[in-house]
Each structure stands twice: as C-alpha cells, then as structure tokens.
Nanobody, 121 residues
Framework: QVQLVESGGGLVQAGGSLRLSCAASGRTFSIYAMGWFRQAPGKERRFVASINRSGDSTYYADSVRGRFTISRDNAKNTVYLQMNSLKPEDTAVYYC??????????????WGQGTQVTVSS
C-alpha cells in the first residue's frame, strides 16, 4: 500500500509552466509504475502520462505529448509532471496514481487527492 500526496498546482497564464509533484509514502515506491490523470468539472477522469518503475519508459496522452514530461526520483519517493506551454484546456484537478507490479497496464490501485491546475487565457 502507498499513500500519495500531490502538490504544485496553481494558477498560470496560457503558455506558462507548472511542475507538479507527487510524494509517496512507504518503502517500496520503486516497485510501482506511476501515472498522472486529470479531471475537469463535469468530465471524466482521463489519463495524462505514465512512467515505469525504473523511470526509463514514459507514455503520454496525445493531448499533452510534447508539452508535458513525467519523471520520477525513486530516492525521494516522488514523481513529477512538468507541464509546459499550458493551455486553458489543461485546466483540471490533477491526480497521481500508483500501479502495483503484476497489474495490467493502465490499472492503478492507489490515488492521491489531487491538485488544482488552472490555466487562464
């Protein structure tokens, strides 16, 4: 089991940047693949980016590819989402999530409480 706490959200103008952090508790952070998701009001929670256990493989939603970068620091039990060239449509609550080993790709068992990102135009 792992507990996740997101931080770094806020208000930014279109074209700006934010870096989100997700701090994980526990001793076994490195065994989890990690993902970022987002949810806008009235919309479904959607996948944003993911990273494998070692941090050498990443995957992005088409909507953010080329603008966002997911990374992790296993020594710090932290995963990051660097968001550049932000657009108003990026406005959402952003959640990090952990996928235990053995789970099928895209299945996440643990979720943070989210951090609000608002992009103004």
């Amino acid at each position: 089991q792992v507990q996740l706490v997101e931080s770094g959200g806020g208000l930014v103008q279109a074209g700006g940047s934010l870096r989100l952090s997700c701090a994980a508790s526990g001793r076994t952070f490195s065994i989890y693949a990690m993902g970022w998701f987002r949810q806008a009001p009235g919309k479904e929670r959607r996948f944003v980016a993911s990273i494998n256990r070692s941090g050498d493989s990443t995957y992005y939603a088409d909507s953010v590819r080329g603008r966002f970068t997911i990374s992790r620091d296993n020594a710090k039990n932290t995963v990051y989402l660097q968001m550049n060239s932000l657009k108003p449509e990026d406005t959402a609550v952003y959640y990090c999530a952990a996928s235990p080993p053995g789970r099928r790709t895209g299945v996440y068992d643990y979720w943070g409480q989210g951090t609000q990102v608002t992009v103004s135009s």
